[in-house]
């Protein structure tokens, strides 16, 4: 809206030409949402406190995840009406690549608010069945995958880190993959969020990730010299990214060991189908197995657990899946998984970024 109100002022006021500028814009989405969580924060928790929208803790997780019963939870709300002002403030209007990540980050959210929803109400950590939530995962993202390839022109070549030279073209099966990746990346960033802070902060490093790439592949000449795909439009996905960056490091201000607020199902459900979608646009899905490396990790980590418990007739792998909580049980504190975490995370973000370089 800012875009479309003052950059055609700037025949008058010179200045105002900076709102021309993807790089302005993204950098003025990461700060809007940011203080918008700041500023909104404490109001919200004490909101949520008032209305007893408190977390219901599982009987069968470590113990010191007892005394977290009550904690705030549904703070997504938050971040995903900081995304949502933020992106609309800054980002050109008349972009459909927004539109499309915005109406799957809002969908995927109504999923998990209304799973959270049904938890509180009902005072136990059961919400929706997980076959209707996949369920209407997979409708959101297979709408937006359809959109994407006949309305937009979108073809279905998949590019690879590293292999910059191959491009299979999965055609209209390209729809199916595009819906796996944005169920997938929801559903994991979801598991992962069982820890202060666990899933907020990689977030941050993946969004900030892709909003380099994302001004990238939407710039004809650095997309050329880096040999990666250019998906004309796709520099606005940059401004998106930053108000996820800006909304995502507002709500770590808060969700900070101890934290005063959970994201609920609304907030992990929605972010990690930004991520996804994100990927799929700007053509940089298989990136996302490393700059969301921790999300795969903890994926694949209950996958692999989940299966050999059923195969061996009980037997585990890790103490506790998802694998976060396995480090709890080995006697980590809760701030030294987050942290270490954490650290994997940067170190993967900067091995993304490399792939840009490396061939
Ligand atoms: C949701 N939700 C947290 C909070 C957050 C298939 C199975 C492995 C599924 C998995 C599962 O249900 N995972 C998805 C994880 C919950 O957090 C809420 O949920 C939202 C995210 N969806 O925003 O609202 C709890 O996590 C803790 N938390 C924090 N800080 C935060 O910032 O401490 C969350 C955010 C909160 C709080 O305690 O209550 C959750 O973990 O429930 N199931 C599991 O993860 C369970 N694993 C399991 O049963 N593993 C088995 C195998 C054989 C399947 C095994 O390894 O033996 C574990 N869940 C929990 N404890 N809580 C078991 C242990």
Known sequence: ????????????FSALNVFRYITFRAIGATLTAFLILLLVGDRF??????????????DDGPSSHYSKRGVPTMGGLLILFAVTVTTLLWVDLFNSFV?????????????????DYRKIKKQNSKGLSARGKILWQIIGASVAAVLLYNNLNFDGHLSFPFLKNIHP?????????????VVGASNAVNLTDGLDGLATGPTVVTSSVYLLFSYLAGHAGMAAYLQIPYVPGAGEVAVFCGALVGASLGFLWFNAYPAQIFMGDVGALAMGAALGQVAIIIKQEMLLVIVGGIFVMEALSVILQVGFFRMSGGKRIFLMAPFHHHFEKKGWTEPKVVIRFWIISIILGLSALATLKLR
């Not at 109406?103 to 959210?109: D, E, K, P, R, Y």
């Open 1 to 12: 809206m800012l875009y479309h109100l003052l950059y055609p002022l700037h025949n008058y």
């Open 45 to 58: 928790i004490k909101m949520m406190q008032e209305n007893q929208i408190g977390q219901v803790v599982r």
């Open 99 to 115: 539109w499309i990540i915005l109406g799957v980050t809002l969908w995927f959210g109504a999923i998990g608010a209304y799973d």
């Open 169 to 181: 073209d999965l055609g209209t099966y390209y729809v199916i993959f595009a819906t796996l990746v």
